[in-house]
């Protein structure tokens, strides 16, 4: 059984930082693209960055360099380091894992329950 499991929200001041960790098990984790996805109350979810099991990386615009992706393969684990962080970064944040690759947000078949972050300005 998979199970995807995020850690590390919270509260944050504007300009502050924090870390997500994700640990996933019952899978082969260096196999699986991994990805952090967030969904602002009321919104859309959107795509923040994903991680390729190559180590390939990408982000959205709205991150504009202030987020790193990174994985320990060892430890099954995915991370988000978030800095300069902005009230409109407050949202649930979602990591998901994809064996098809970043490209496709339908190819994430496993999912986390989520970690809120918020953002007080």
């Known amino acids: 059984q998979v199970q995807v499991v995020e850690s590390g929200g919270g509260l944050a001041q504007a300009g502050g930082s924090l870390r997500l960790s994700c640990t996933a098990s019952?899978?082969?984790?260096?196999?699986?693209?991994m990805a952090w996805f967030r969904q602002p109350l009321g919104k859309e979810r959107e795509r923040v960055s994903c991680?390729?099991?190559?180590?390939?990386?990408n982000y959205s615009g709205f991150v504009k360099g202030r987020f790193t992706i990174s994985r320990d393969n060892a430890k099954n684990t995915v991370y988000l380091q978030m800095d300069t962080l902005e009230p409109e970064d407050t949202a649930m944040y979602y990591c998901?894992?994809?064996?098809?690759?970043?490209?496709?947000?339908?190819?994430?078949?496993?999912w986390g329950q989520g970690t809120q972050v918020t953002v007080s300005s």
């Open positions: 998901a894992a994809s064996g098809n690759g970043c490209g496709r947000t339908a190819d994430f078949e496993y």
């Open positions: 991680i390729e099991r190559s180590g390939g990386t």
């Open positions: 019952g899978l082969t984790f260096a196999d699986y693209h």
